[in-house]
């Protein structure tokens, strides 16, 4: 066996600066992911062979009863999964150390790509590693909990959309393009506000809270983020309705006067979607006397690829489509910046689901993980573990 020493604390320099140059780079390996995830204990774990690092992995450490803890590497470990002897050392020398804490297993998702595809190639084959590694991995007795396909049967979602660089003026379908077209038309726009914008975001995700029936982060959880990650981008989408309602007003009089002239077919129909959109519009001035806020988005950039992590809208304005000149906006700054790849987040395996209904709109690409692994180092509180898990999901369920 070659020459490893297993390190239970690297530098923030030295962790950061080889997650960030690995090709399984993940924004959830970063050091400071364990300040967001603060109610866990965090070890950041490390390979070093002839002085030089070889592997890290952020461990993330959660309390249970009687003294118990469980650990987990969320997108993690980092390291040449290919190379079976790294992988059986990394696994057995962190085991050791989960034995001292009385851990009952060690929970992990890598952040492996096994396929990338569109949507018009969802019969990719995968990629020639995905069998060594899976093999390597289950060498170590760690349990694949499978090619899951539901973003609820994980942590993490294991499918991903998202963009590489492009142009998006091509990209984009014709359809997206007119719904960021009427967006414009309407005017809205779309601003980065940084942390002051925080309370106007905290207000659109509640609003998203409820029309989902989910929970999702509070005020202060988004004020973390964006201090731990000056890469952190906060973006809100503002309309003055009023302003649009004068619009339309004087539109009405142009296109009055012209009928009025003589018989105009294409007058009277743009007339007749005016009077929709007045009709519209009037209660949302009611409500909505100021410029206000209506859609919101906040991505973070780590490594070579920029993640959105939470993105919501106010149903009000559904009509102005301001979620497609968002992600328009955050997907071009993110291009600005040498982004690679831009994930707009998990969806359901088989597309289904209402965000790959949306996310599909931009053409995007489709990135599919290895999924997760059980590592259990207490085997007969494991066993007893996996046996309640399906009654403590129906009990939260119930309390939600």
Same mark, same amino acid.
């Given at each position: 066996?070659? *020459?490893?020493?297993?390190?239970?604390?690297?530098?923030?320099?030295?962790?950061?600066?080889?997650? #960030?140059?690995?090709?399984?780079?993940?924004?959830l390996q970063s050091y400071d992911w364990a300040?967001?995830?603060?109610?866990?204990?965090?070890?950041?774990?490390?390979?070093?062979?002839? =002085?030089?690092?070889?592997?890290?992995?952020?461990?993330?450490?959660?309390?249970?009863?009687?003294?118990?803890?469980?650990?987990?590497?969320?997108?993690?470990?980092?390291?040449?999964?290919?190379?079976?002897?790294?992988?059986?050392?990394?696994?057995? %020398?962190l085991k050791k150390v989960a034995m001292k804490? &009385?851990?009952?297993?060690?929970?992990? *998702?890598?952040?492996?790509?096994?396929? $990338?595809?569109?949507?018009?190639?969802?019969? /990719?084959?995968?990629?020639?590693? @995905?069998?060594?590694?899976?093999?390597?991995?289950?060498?170590?007795?760690?349990?694949?909990?499978?090619?899951?396909?539901?973003?609820?049967?994980?942590?993490?979602?294991?499918?991903? !959309?998202?963009?590489?660089?492009?142009?998006?003026?091509?990209?984009?379908?014709?359809?997206?393009?007119?719904?960021?077209?009427?967006?414009?038309?309407?005017?809205?726009?779309?601003?980065?506000?940084?942390?002051?914008?925080?309370?106007?975001?905290? #207000?659109?995700? &509640?609003?998203?809270?409820?029309?989902?029936?989910?929970?999702?982060?509070?005020?202060?959880?988004?004020?973390?983020?964006?201090?731990?990650?000056?890469?952190? &981008?906060?973006?809100? %989408?503002?309309?003055?309705?009023?302003?649009?309602?004068?619009?339309?007003?004087?539109?009405?009089?142009?296109?009055? /006067?012209?009928?009025?002239?003589?018989?105009?077919?294409? +007058? $009277?129909?743009?007339?007749?979607?005016?009077?929709?959109?007045? @009709?519209?519009?009037?209660?949302?001035?009611?409500?909505?006397?100021?410029?206000?806020?209506?859609?919101?988005?906040?991505?973070?950039?780590?490594?070579?690829?920029?993640? !959105?992590?939470?993105?919501?809208?106010? *149903?009000?304005?559904?009509?102005?489509?301001?979620?497609?000149?968002?992600?328009?906006? #955050?997907?071009?700054? /993110?291009?600005?910046?040498? %982004?690679?790849?831009?994930?707009?987040?998990?969806?359901? =395996?088989?597309?289904?689901?209402?965000?790959?209904?949306?996310?599909?709109?931009?053409?995007?690409?489709?990135? $599919?993980?290895?999924?997760?692994?059980?590592?259990?180092?207490?085997?007969?509180?494991?066993?007893? +573990?996996?046996?309640?898990?399906?009654? /403590?999901?129906? !009990?939260?369920?119930?309390?939600?």
């Amino acid at each position: 066996m070659k *020459d490893y020493q297993f390190h239970t604390e690297v530098s923030k320099e030295e962790f950061d600066r080889f997650v #960030q140059n690995h090709r399984f780079c993940n924004l959830l390996q970063s050091y400071d992911w364990a300040k967001v995830k603060s109610n866990w204990e965090a070890l950041h774990t490390g390979v070093y062979q002839d =002085g030089k690092l070889q592997a890290v992995g952020l461990v993330l450490i959660k309390q249970l009863p009687l003294s118990f803890t469980m650990f987990y590497i969320p997108k993690g470990p980092i390291l040449d999964f290919e190379d079976a002897e790294m992988v059986k050392f990394y696994f057995q %020398a962190l085991k050791k150390v989960a034995m001292k804490r &009385h851990c009952i297993f060690i929970k992990f *998702d890598p952040g492996i790509v096994i396929r $990338e595809f569109t949507l018009s190639q969802k019969d /990719a084959p995968l990629f020639d590693y @995905t069998k060594t590694i899976l093999d390597n991995i289950q060498a170590v007795h760690a349990r694949h909990k499978g090619f899951t396909m539901y973003i609820e049967e994980t942590v993490q979602p294991r499918f991903h !959309m998202g963009l590489k660089p492009c142009d998006l003026d091509e990209h984009l379908p014709k359809s997206t393009k007119r719904s960021i077209k009427k967006a414009t038309k309407k005017n809205v726009v779309v601003e980065e506000v940084g942390i002051k914008g925080l309370p106007e975001f905290a #207000q659109i995700m &509640h609003m998203t809270e409820e029309r989902k029936k989910v929970h999702l982060r509070t005020e202060d959880y988004f004020r973390l983020l964006l201090q731990t990650y000056p890469t952190a &981008h906060l973006y809100l %989408a503002y309309v003055d309705p009023l302003k649009r309602k004068k619009e339309l007003l004087q539109k009405k009089k142009e296109l009055e /006067a012209i009928i009025a002239q003589k018989p105009n077919k294409k +007058a $009277e129909h743009e007339l007749l979607q005016n009077q929709e959109e007045l @009709t519209s519009i009037q209660k949302v001035c009611e409500k909505y006397p100021h410029k206000t806020a209506i859609a919101g988005g906040m991505m973070i950039g780590y490594g070579k690829e920029y993640e !959105m992590l939470y993105a919501g809208s106010n *149903d009000d304005f559904m009509n102005f489509r301001p979620q497609y000149l968002l992600y328009a906006r #955050q997907f071009q700054d /993110a291009f600005e910046n040498q %982004a690679e790849f831009v994930t707009m987040g998990g969806v359901d =395996g088989d597309f289904q689901d209402g965000l790959s209904e949306f996310k599909s709109n931009f053409a995007p690409y489709i990135r $599919e993980y290895i999924g997760e692994f059980d590592l259990s180092v207490h085997r007969v509180l494991y066993a007893l +573990a996996i046996k309640a898990m399906p009654l /403590a999901k129906k !009990m939260l369920k119930r309390k939600t």
